[in-house]
């Protein structure tokens, strides 16, 4: 069940733009102000500042919600990685409604806002639409912080399982038989029993300066024999902490190592879809897998992919003759986000939970995201990620394949430049890109892409991060096409790389459709 929700992470700016450091840092329970003429927090301006909410969302069932925004200022609103609201650059009226959004119940998904104040009453409110209800304020249940889990919440704890396993209680009316009567229930309380007949035995000193629950039990059996039975349930109190010291609750824990039900993998395969025996072959424009120009003679028929094991059930899945694997791109987790190729960091959304269904036909569950390798047809978008439902276009067949030495070395195409060996790909791109880098200590950084006039056109926070490789995942869909660059500020020293941004003629199927 999900509603463990403790709200979003609340980024406020002294400024109107989102720039810099924020001022203040905060959860808040729900996007529900009305500050008027007032500061949202002490050290704020009362006019002329920008705030960032930011977390996930999880509905309480599965349909179609549609989100508003209760400003006359400006807003930008995304749910699962959509835009479904912006009036940032013409400010908006007052009850601004965003498209349907599908929700499944039992999922987290992302959830961004931000907003910006100029002058006179000060007023925002996030609401959605459940599926058959009006709308209302989306509450501090279905809201989580950022950096919360993906998962959904844990289901009730299955405490009162443990205590019927107190149950047995006969061994209280005589201190011999309780050995007996314990070891059917649990192994492991035999030796946790063995101690239980001096417990037992207590009770019949009643000036001793133990728990109370046994005293009663030893009024009860002094006052008349035929009262020793009605002892035992007055006797299961002692009981509970027993039988709950085996952790009968641990039992599926044991299971948990034992979830990859496919063999350890090891090798290099060709994958092919269950549904048209398609191959596995993910093309990016700007590093094309058979490189520039006609593909080598000895190129292989089918994409080959090097499957590792990386532990706890879990692998990468590299392009051969490559340093770079599989991913999700930009570490999204809504349905139909499409896949990528780019170097081993050790993302989540590089790592890969494979498991055998049926038939030698194999599942490939994304570890940050809990959604499914799914090959779609090209007009559908491709190569994608959607939640595991059994349809054959999510089985993959995993065939043996001879190894044949590096057919394209697009990878060398992404060595970084500066200090801080920073690289943009894919570039050209629709808009979104991913952005590495690496920190040789833990420093503050920053950065801001300015287009051909020389103009800031987005620019962001600036703060301290640690020590090693970095990834981060820029989005300018909104930008028009054209040719910008994209300054990266570590410290004192600033590295520049051209970021060229190219938009289809036609528009991709929208990924918020479900299947």
């Not at 058979?290 to 059930?313: C, H, R």
């Amino acid at each position: 069940m999900q509603g463990a929700g403790t709200g979003l992470t609340a980024s406020y700016f002294n400024n109107g733009t989102l720039a810099g450091a924020p001022a203040l840092q905060r959860v808040d329970a729900s996007v529900d102000f009305r500050w008027g003429k007032g500061a949202p927090a002490t050290g704020l301006p009362t006019d002329y500042f920008s705030v960032r909410w930011e977390g996930l969302l999880a509905a309480p069932s599965t349909g179609s919600y549609t989100f508003a925004v209760l400003t006359d200022s400006g807003v930008r609103l995304w749910v699962n990685g959509k835009k479904v609201i912006d009036t940032w650059s013409t400010k908006g009226t007052t009850g601004i409604i965003g498209v349907p959004v599908s929700l499944a119940a039992g999922e987290k998904t992302s959830l961004k806002l931000e907003y910006y104040e100029e002058e006179g009453d000060a007023t925002v409110q996030l609401q959605w639409t459940p599926p058959g209800k009006a709308p209302q304020i989306i509450p501090m249940a279905y809201l989580y912080p950022s950096g919360s889990p993906t998962t959904p919440d844990p289901a009730g704890a299955s405490k009162p399982a443990v205590a019927a396993a107190s149950v047995p209680a006969k061994a209280v009316a005589t201190p011999a038989k309780a050995p007996v009567a314990t070891v059917p229930v649990e192994t492991e309380a035999v030796a946790i029993a063995v101690p239980r007949p001096p417990a037992v035995a207590k009770p019949k000193t009643p000036t001793q300066t133990r728990p109370t629950t046994p005293a009663p039990a030893a009024v009860a059996a002094a006052s008349t024999p035929k009262s020793a039975p009605v002892a035992k349930p007055a006797d299961k109190s002692p009981k509970p902490k027993n039988s709950s010291a085996p952790q009968l609750v641990r039992a599926p824990k044991v299971v948990e190592p034992a979830a990859p039900s496919a063999p350890p993998l090891s090798g290099v395969f060709t994958l092919k879809s269950r549904a048209n025996s398609t191959p596995l072959e993910v093309i990016e424009p700007s590093h094309p897998y058979t490189g520039e120009g006609a593909a080598p003679a000895n190129a292989p028929k089918d994409p080959q992919w090097k499957i590792e094991s990386v532990g706890e059930g879990y692998y990468r899945i590299v392009v051969q003759g490559s340093n770079r694997v599989l991913e999700v791109l930009g570490s999204e987790t809504s349905n139909g986000t499409p896949l990528s190729l780019w170097t081993y960091y050790s993302g989540n959304n590089q790592l890969w939970r494979i498991e055998e269904v049926e038939g030698g036909y194999y599942k490939l569950t994304a570890k940050h995201s809990r959604k499914a390798l799914t090959a779609k047809l090209a007009a559908e978008g491709g190569i994608q990620q959607w939640r595991y439902n059994g349809h054959e276009d999510q089985q993959w067949k995993l065939e043996p394949a001879v190894a044949t030495q590096p057919v394209l070395m697009a990878a060398t195409r992404l060595q970084g430049v500066g200090d801080n060996n920073m690289s943009v790909y894919p570039n050209p791109s629709n808009g979104v890109v991913q952005m590495n880098y690496q920190l040789p200590q833990e420093q503050p950084l920053g950065w801001v892409l300015y287009d051909q006039r020389g103009i800031v056109v987005r620019v962001s926070d600036y703060r301290r991060q640690t020590a090693g490789p970095h990834n981060q995942t820029l989005d300018f869909l909104t930008l028009p096409t054209g040719d910008y660059n994209l300054h990266l500020t570590v410290g004192t020293k600033t590295t520049t790389q051209p970021v060229l941004i190219r938009h289809p003629k036609a528009d991709m199927p929208d990924p918020q459709a479900s299947n």
